[in-house]
């Protein structure tokens, strides 16, 4: 375990008394605390013809380096990389008997579950609902989704900075894995598959990949996988392409180093102004990088029994995090943050699509 | 909750009591070499955001803190960057309307970082992002119109020719000017860097150079740029690294992903930024270099007890891989 410089110790001491102190009435109430990290990272994709990645395994250590550490708070409940990541890895096994997510990525015990590697995007087996390239000026024109390649309604007038509107249908996503023993192809369809995340296991999921959502479809998408993580975290592409960088991961741990009392929820959307913006292409209309080539967003989604319990979740701290007591008991409301790299004018308030 | 989480905020002024051991960096320009660029380390008497009341000098974790109730103003005591956070619960945290447009905040922001110290002439430009927000609930026929919640305009930095794009300097700004959150890292760049910058950007310049310093950089990626790169501001252990670069972009997509993008005029795959230096020989930068199998070697893997067994050379079901 690798140990901080510079650490104050006798702050530290400090701090756990008293932390130690004013916590057992917060554990008594809202139940017991998860501090357990899942780190699992893909970069090479040859069990599925690549293409290959380059910094995946570096983002999920440098996420895992920055919150485990000696007197951190957090402990390392699994690192799994390359081709022992599995897509069975996912699975809530009462859903299918193939799943082993209570070992790996929904371990009990965990805080947070972070994935990096691979998303689909554009193709087969999840495309970006927009393959009958219907120019639109109305959503309501939008009627005639792809059913055989998984497009359904919703439909929406979708339009970004790289695309004029046409119509896009809701639309599977997913991550992609590249295991020795993967039972599903390598696709872990959190939309429609058997995925359920924080039912007794982790209270965060981060899917740091490519179309982890696609607007406007924040809540479809997730409401399947949440069925008790206080939020997941991932990257919605308004145009182009996230971009495999090394520091998502570490920077996005940073902000718990630096104040633990911050908003999770923030400090994820805030975690893409340190990536650099010239790595990835730019926006049309200005912007782009910080993580994307092209236009895209970090998104936080969180989802509860009433929108104000979906709220409190994004107004969570990381010690609030840690306390399963907080799950949510439901996923009929939602909350959804999200932060882009480029310009929006604030009067307009369409952003996504035409209404 | 909240009395609770008054209780911790208490309890970690506590800790101030033993506050302050470790040096905390000399907020203003950081001295360079002959040659070099300075640099710019922030404090909390150059920013605009408020911890509040009774706030407190803490050391922790390897950042020093002036917490108070709002909020918390830490520096890293490794590489001296600077974050400004909101208290998760407190007013300052919560959502708030920002009336004025994108150009204006940039605008604001630039003159702030400005005035607080960031040297003039290393300031490439500004650019902003938005923030959004949308509540709602199952059965809704369409998502809410989202919300646009703010901007947060952020600072590019160059030092004569060249961009470097690990530094930054951002601020979120509420409607009368004060910060709810910021984050600064500014380090010096010494001269040789600038002079390797230099050395490349000439090797470029003539036909004979250029040939003989692209041997190493693949034919097929697109012409690249000359930058400074250093270790980025969530390095939290090891040495500082800096180097000129011919930074390239290279996009990965499997072929039937591209067809399909270049059919539908859309840019796909995954970018990943590849770095040569002075010598042409390709560089991983200290953050692309992690690698925690060492700290954390990784246990045999058991199957699911209902998987089937799979034979070690058994062919995996495959299907292509798109980004």
């Known amino acids: 375990m690798r140990t901080h410089k510079n650490l104050c110790n006798g702050a530290l001491v400090l701090t756990v008394i008293a932390l130690l102190i004013v916590s057992v009435p917060a554990t008594s109430a809202h139940g017991q605390r998860s501090t357990g990290i899942v780190v699992e990272s893909v970069d090479n994709y040859s069990v599925r013809n690549g293409p290959s990645l380059s910094n995946s395994i570096a983002n999920g250590d440098g996420f895992l380096n920055n919150m485990v550490f000696q007197d951190s708070g957090w402990h390392l409940n699994a690192r799994w990389t390359d081709n022992l990541v599995w897509d069975t890895d996912f699975i809530d096994a009462s859903l299918d008997p193939r799943g082993d997510d209570t070992s790996n990525f929904d371990l009990p015990g965990t805080a947070i579950s972070y994935f990096t590697g691979h998303g689909f995007c554009h193709t087969n087996p999840m495309g970006d609902g927009c393959s009958t390239q219907q120019s639109c000026s109305t959503t309501a024109a939008c009627t005639t989704p792809n059913t055989s390649i998984g497009e359904r309604f919703p439909g929406s007038c979708r339009f970004s900075p790289m695309d004029a509107p046409r119509c896009c249908y809701m639309m599977d996503r997913g991550a992609a894995t590249s295991g020795s023993n ?69 920077t996005f741990a940073m902000f718990d180093q630096a104040y633990a009392l911050a908003r999770v929820s923030t400090s994820w959307l805030e975690t893409m102004v340190f990536l650099p913006a010239s790595e990835g292409g730019s926006c ?23 929108v104000e319990g979906a709220v409190a979740h994004m107004s969570e701290d990381w010690v609030d995090l840690q306390d399963d007591g907080r799950d949510p008991r439901g996923n009929s409301f939602y909350d959804a943050l999200w932060q882009c790299n480029y310009p929006l004018n604030s009067t307009n308030q369409t952003a996504w699509e035409l209404p | 909750m909240i009395a609770c ?17 470790d040096p905390q960096p000399k907020a203003g320009i950081i001295a360079s070499d002959a040659g070099g660029a300075v640099g710019y380390q922030h404090g909390l008497k150059q920013s605009r955001f408020v911890t509040g009341k009774e706030s407190q000098t803490v050391n922790e974790a390897g950042w020093s803190k002036q917490v108070g109730p709002e909020g918390a103003f830490a520096t890293s005591l490794h590489n001296g960057v600077a974050l400004a956070l909101p208290n998760a619960h407190a007013q300052l945290g919560r959502k708030s309307e920002y009336a004025m447009d994108p150009d204006k905040h940039n605008d604001e922001v630039l003159k702030y970082f400005v005035t607080a110290g960031i040297p003039r002439d290393q300031i490439a430009g500004v650019h902003a992002m938005t923030l959004l927000s949308s509540t709602g609930r199952r059965g809704e026929a369409r998502a809410s119109t989202p919300k646009i919640d703010g901007y ?19 601020a979120q700004m509420d409607k009368g000017g ?10 010096a760049i010494p001269a040789s860097a600038l002079r390797d910058a230099k050395h490349i950007k000439d090797m470029l310049a003539t ?36 180097l000129a670069s011919y930074d390239v972009m290279e996009r990965r997509t499997s072929p039937e992903s591209a067809a399909t993008a270049s059919a539908r005029g859309v840019r796909e795959g995954s970018v990943i930024m590849r770095h040569f230096d002075s010598d042409g020989v390709e560089r991983r930068l200290p953050q692309e270099r992690r690698n925690a199998e060492k700290d954390y070697p990784s246990p045999k893997k058991t199957r699911p007890a209902a998987t089937h067994v799979q034979q070690k050379d058994a062919p995996v079901d495959s299907a292509p891989q798109q980004p």
């Not at chain 1, 429609?192 to 406007?216: F, Q």
């Not at chain 1, 919605?236 to 960088?245: L, P, Q, R």
């Not at chain 1, 049309?284 to 009433?306: K, L, Q, R, S």
């Open chain 1, 284 to 306: 049309p209309g200005g912007g782009g990088g910080h993580g994307f080539n092209g236009c895209g967003c970090n998104i936080v989604v969180a989802m509860d029994t009433t």
């Open chain 1, 182 to 250: 993967d039972q599903l192809s390598g696709i872990v369809d959190y939309t429609s598959g058997p995925i359920r995340w924080g039912n007794g296991g982790t209270n965060m999921a981060v899917l740091d990949i490519s179309c982890g959502i696609l607007p406007t479809f924040w809540y479809q998408a997730l409401q399947n996988a949440n069925a008790g993580v206080h939020m997941i975290a991932t990257i919605m592409v308004a145009g182009g392409d996230t971009s495999n960088v090394a520091d998502r991961g570490a």
């Open chain 2, 152 to 170: 947060i305009s952020v600072l590019e930095r160059k030092i004569g020719d060249y961009k470097v794009p690990d530094s930054v300097a951002w």
């Open chain 2, 207 to 242: 036909k004979a150079d250029k040939i003989k310093f692209l041997v190493h950089v693949p034919a097929e990626l697109a012409p690249g740029e000359v930058v400074i790169r250093h270790s980025s501001a969530a390095m939290q252990q090891g040495p500082f690294e800096v």
């Open chain 2, 178 to 187: 004060n910060v709810i959150s910021e984050g600064i890292y500014w380090p």
């Open chain 2, 5 to 21: 989480k008054n209780q911790l905020w208490i309890a970690i002024l506590l800790t101030g009591i033993c506050a302050a051991s």
